[in-house]
């Protein structure tokens, strides 16, 4: 049974010019379905929220709104191996998205959330959620070095966090 770590309100400050999440994935099952993570009102309710899922295995990157829901299909990742996914968001280019330290795509589908630019974010965080707070299940695997930021990541801060080794110690 997969479980998942909640948040309950965090205080996130919103850069009102865009921001970045990045954070290590495993799969260990196939054809899962359920959020790697998602950001504000995640328990709570459907909106207004972002959030990076997998449908029957498939990756994808999402945003909802009261009004507006856009996902973006990536790939299908394999199973027991590491990958490093970066989002970026900007309220003037849409969305810039890396894997494993390297420009996958850009697309204006999906943008800066308007919820976002009201101060802070708000609602609860969540890794490893299930599709519904009710339903059992979920993604099984791992999330490792989950980051926000109030900015937005170039290629090469990209590439440094996907080639950071960590600390060594005896």
């Given at each position: ?14 850069n009102a010019a ?153």
């Amino acid at each position: 049974t997969a479980s998942y770590f909640s948040f309950a309100s965090p205080t996130i400050p919103a850069n009102a010019a865009g921001f970045s999440v990045a954070c290590w994935f495993y799969l260990t099952q196939p054809s899962q379905t359920g959020f790697i993570w998602s950001m504000n009102n995640a328990l709570a309710s459907y909106t207004n929220r972002l959030y990076a899922y997998l449908s029957s295995g498939t990756l994808q990157l999402g945003t909802n709104a009261s009004s507006t829901n856009a996902s973006l299909s990536l790939f299908t990742p394999l199973l027991d191996t590491w990958y490093h996914l970066t989002w970026t968001l900007t309220t003037v280019s849409g969305s810039t998205i890396y894997l494993n330290g390297q420009q996958f795509g850009t697309t204006t589908t999906l943008t800066y959330p308007s919820y976002f630019s009201t101060g802070t974010i708000g609602g609860a965080f969540v890794l490893g959620d299930p599709n519904t707070p009710t339903t059992q299940g979920g993604v099984l695997g791992y999330v490792d070095e989950f980051r926000y930021y109030d900015g937005i990541l170039t290629q090469d801060q990209v590439t440094t966090l996907y080639n950071y080794a960590g600390t060594q110690y005896r």
